[in-house]
């Protein structure tokens, strides 16, 4: 019998093409698992545009593009990896041609979420801005929650976080979405991440928690103790790479000696600098409005 194919348009923005090698790298599944086999049983990843991986350039690679928005509308995922530059009408930033003129980011983002089954914002960068969003943001960049909700476009959208995003979290997202379908609302967070992955905050699963219980910080890298006073993030972080580690379980940034950096969280690269003390009065999250379900800049607030 032959499986049932999920179209899967990835589409890359303003970023650094770091989510892409993170997840090429993935483990188990294997990369060639997930595009070739059934990464679910009955079901193949028509994996149909990646800007990165594809063979095919140009006109006939864009021409697929839009034949697959067309032909399987509210059948396709759209993974998009990379902020949204809205600035100058999209001048910062085109994918395309139409007539010889370029065609913005932000109008092709629109058209290709529109009509998707869901949209995957794979990263930091596509979470929440990232980098290319961080001050004084000359070109505008920002999350693709905040710039559909902008335009009033209510495809689902699924954050995965991350500088880069560990492949797991990545492969478990789209395995829910032919699973099941996109993500009910008590399977994501306050800000749209599956609970799966982002519902465990980091301090609470650290190797060095016992070390912050009785007081004993590390003042220089290398040395023994709790990471706080070294700028560790880990206290108002949720993921879950305490228990699940990178580079294929190898390691992950706390038990290698370094803070965490709280790179799944909103405003990570704007908050202060890295290797520096938190102050509560710094931290800053996003938050849903009640009333509006518009993504607003709230205070952090300690449980």
């Not at 006109?59 to 990379?82: D, I, Q, R, S």
């Not at 004084?136 to 920002?142: E, I, Y």
């Not at 997202?173 to 609970?195: A, M, V």
């Amino acid at each position: 019998m032959k499986p049932k194919e999920q179209p899967v348009i990835w589409f890359q923005t303003a970023s650094c093409s770091g989510c892409s090698v993170s997840v090429l790298n993935t483990v188990s599944p294997s990369i060639k698992n997930v595009l070739v086999d059934e990464v679910v049983p009955g079901t193949h990843v028509n994996l149909r545009f990646h800007p990165t991986v594809m063979a095919g350039q140009g006109e006939p690679a864009l021409e697929v593009l839009e034949e697959t928005a067309v032909h399987k509308k509210g059948k396709y995922v759209l993974v998009v990896e990379g902020a949204i530059p809205t600035g100058e009408e999209g001048a910062f930033g085109s994918v395309g041609e139409r007539e010889e003129t370029p065609i913005p980011m932000t109008e092709q983002v629109e058209n290709l979420a529109r009509d998707a089954l869901a949209v995957v914002a794979l990263g930091s960068c596509a979470a929440y801005g990232g980098i290319p969003a961080a001050a004084p943001n000359p070109t505008r960049a920002m999350g693709v929650q905040e710039f559909l909700a902008a335009r009033d476009l209510k495809t689902p959208v699924i954050n995965v976080p991350g500088c880069p995003t560990h492949p797991d979290w990545f492969v478990g997202t789209l395995s829910h979405l032919l699973l099941f379908g996109p993500f009910q609302p008590e399977e994501l967070d306050e800000i749209g991440r599956p609970k799966a992955f982002y519902g465990k905050l980091i301090h609470d699963n650290c190797p060095r928690r016992a070390y912050f219980e009785v007081g004993k910080f590390a003042k220089h890298f290398g040395e023994e103790g709790c990471l706080y006073e070294l700028g560790c993030r880990g206290p108002i972080t949720y993921a879950d790479c305490p228990l699940r580690h990178w580079n294929g379980g190898a390691n992950w940034c706390i038990d290698s000696g370094s803070p965490c950096i709280g790179c799944v969280e909103p405003d990570f690269f704007d908050l202060v600098p890295l290797y520096e003390r938190l102050g509560e009065e710094s931290i800053l999250v996003l938050r849903r409005d009640a009333e509006t379900s518009k993504l607003r800049v709230g205070r952090w607030e300690a449980e």
